[in-house]
Structures are given as structure tokens and as C-alpha cells.
């Protein structure tokens, strides 16, 4: 077999928030990946895998000094890419302590990468800062307004952290930013707000309301991410897969029940729940159980030559079955067409 050149290699590359699902898994893929060298682990916790060539530095973006430590730190390991995918996966209940989270430590890793020799910063953000509205279009493009903020602090910081990685780019015409959007990411290892959603055995839906869903599959993610790695792709780029599924489908095809409730009762139900440490989102998502957010993928299939392996019908099969192939996965999806033919 041949071995791979020199200049097929893709080295000195750092990664945020590897203690949680998308850093790790990232971490995980380059840590096994012989075309990858040098990488750099950054995050509070240590990543849950035992590390075969990439090297954990424990990290607080938080601190005070947290952008020189991090200034010094890239230039110890001559980091050339950064992937920032420290920020939060639901929201939590210290709206201070989220907003530090996200947005004052991207501004520390931001301030970092502006004294160091970085090269390219990649972000890990997602197609929710679009926001689900009734006014929304079938399919939303990287050119429409990230709306998420009108719904929620724990999107608008989000979308405040992707101005900051925005307002760096013009700051510094020659380093590469980019902003990775994915759809809900499901597959047969992802554990998220939104897999604890859909793994109920009832599932509660705004009654009268039943939106078109997407999602994309874990491994699909991981392919995107490898493609801004190994090449240059400045911008923002949503990552989907290809179809939606009307939401009572994707409750039928797990096997849930679903449990209509009138958005009256819906909402200060969800927020009592929130509040009472039970519930594991704010009202303000149940626009997400009513109105469109639906991402369009064509820029990242033209641009980055990104073809989702997975369907969305695929992705929710996958995460259904917990680890069955793609042979599987086809069979169980031609009984289910069968039977709704």
C-alpha cells in the first residue's frame, strides 16, 4: 500500500471541546487518522478515549488571562488551525455562566488566534440559529438572517458567537474563517437534549402543528468538518442531509407516542418544568415543535464537494438501530415504505 506523501498531511491543528460529543468524536477521527498530525486537545475535562497520538492540554477559556495562556500555547505547538467546538449543546439554567461559556471564551480563543501564527479557524455552530418561525422559508439558506436570537439567550449567543468569528474574518483578511452549521445530528453514538427528546416513550407535540424535520448523521458531520480541514473554504456553510420527514413520522418510526398538547398549556408547562429542574429546555423551543427550520445544503455539496452518505431517513434509522450498518438500515427502510405504499 501506498503511503501517503508529505504533503498529504494536515498537521498542527487544535480543537476545543473535546470532552464533549462533536470535539471528541473530531478528536477521535484525526486521533486514528494517519493524515493528521499534531493535534492538540483544549478543554477543562479530559477527552473520554485514551489519546494515541494527539496531546490533551487542560484549559479554561474562561479564565481571566485565558487568551495569553492560549496566544502561548499556539505558539508552543506552531497551531496552525483552530476548531472551536467548545460551546454549549443545550442550554442551561445560569444564563451568566452560558454566556461566558460561548461567548467571552470564543472571544479569548479569538484574541489568541489574532497574536498567534493561526492560519484557519473553523467554528461548530448549527442550522437552530436560523430560529423555526412561521414566516420562514421551505428551505433556508446561508444568506438568511440567523433569527435564533429573537428566540432564545441560548441561540443568541450562538448567533453572537458566529458575528464574533464574522467580524474576526474582516479583522484579518488573511486568516480563513469558517462556520460549519449542521442540521440535528443523530446516529447510533450522538447523546444530546434532542436524542433524550425522542428517546421518551411520550412525546409531547404542539397540538395541531406537525413541521417538516431534518437531520444529518454523525459520520456525515465528521466528513464535512475533514473537508474544511484538509482545504481552504472560507464562509458559512450549512451541513444537511438530503429529505425531511414530517415530525409525527419521525415519533412513529421510534416507536414513541406521541402526546398532542395545546400550545396554551404547552408552554407554561415546558417552562414549569424548566424551571423546576425537571424539564431540559425553555418554552421558547417549542417553536421548534411547530414552525420550519429546514437548512439548505446545496452550497456545501457545491463548494465543498460534501455529499451526505446519509439520508435524513437513513440518520433517524441509524440512531433508531443504535449501530446497525448501512445494509440494515436499507432493509428496515424498504418494510417501512412497504408499508405506508
Known sequence: MRKPSKAAHTSNIAITGTSGFLGSTLLKNLDSNPRFR??????????PFKLKKAKWVSFDLIEGD??????????????????????????IR???????????????????AAAAPVHKLILASTTDVYGAFPDNPNFLTEEHLARGT????????????????????????TKVVTVLRPATILGPTVNNFKTHFFQNPLVPTAM??????????????????????????PGIFNVVAEGVIP????IHILGKMPVPIP?????????????????????????????????DGTKAWHKLKFKPVHTTLETLH?????????????????????ATA
Not at 474576526?168 to 483578511?173: A, G, I, L
Not at 395541531?208 to 473554504?233: M, T, Y
Not at 417549542?286 to 437548512?295: D, M, N, R, S, V
Open 263 to 295: 400550545t396554551v398549556f404547552l408552554y407554561p408547562a415546558a417552562d414549569f418544568l424548566w424551571y423546576a429542574n425537571i424539564g431540559v429546555v425553555p418554552a421558547e423551543h417549542i417553536h421548534f415543535l411547530k414552525y420550519l427550520c429546514i437548512a
Open 150 to 173: 429573537l428566540l432564545s439567550p441560548f441561540l443568541k449567543d450562538k448567533v453572537e458567537v458566529e458575528e464574533q468569528f464574522l467580524k474576526f474574518q474582516k479583522k484579518h483578511p
Open 38 to 47: 499534531n493535534i492538540l486537545a483544549i478543554d477543562r475535562k479530559q477527552p
Open 66 to 91: 485565558a487568551d495569553q495562556k492560549l496566544a502561548a500555547l499556539f505558539e508552543k505547538y506552531k497551531t496552525k488551525t483552530v476548531v472551536h467546538a467548545a460551546l454549549l449543546t443545550q442550554p
Open 247 to 250: 415530525l409525527s413520522r419521525v
Open 318 to 338: 441509524s440512531f433508531n438501530g443504535r449501530g446497525l450498518d448501512k445494509k440494515e438500515i436499507t432493509r428496515r427502510l424498504e418494510e417501512i415504505e412497504d
Open 208 to 233: 395541531g402543528f406537525d413541521p417538516l424535520v431534518q437531520f444529518v448523521h454523525e459520520s456525515d458531520v465528521i466528513r464535512a468538518f475533514i473537508k474544511v480541514l484538509e482545504k481552504d473554504h
Open 94 to 112: 445560569n444564563l451568566e455562566e452560558a454566556h461566558e461559556v460561548q461567548s467571552v471564551g470564543t472571544m479569548h480563543l479569538l484574541n489568541a
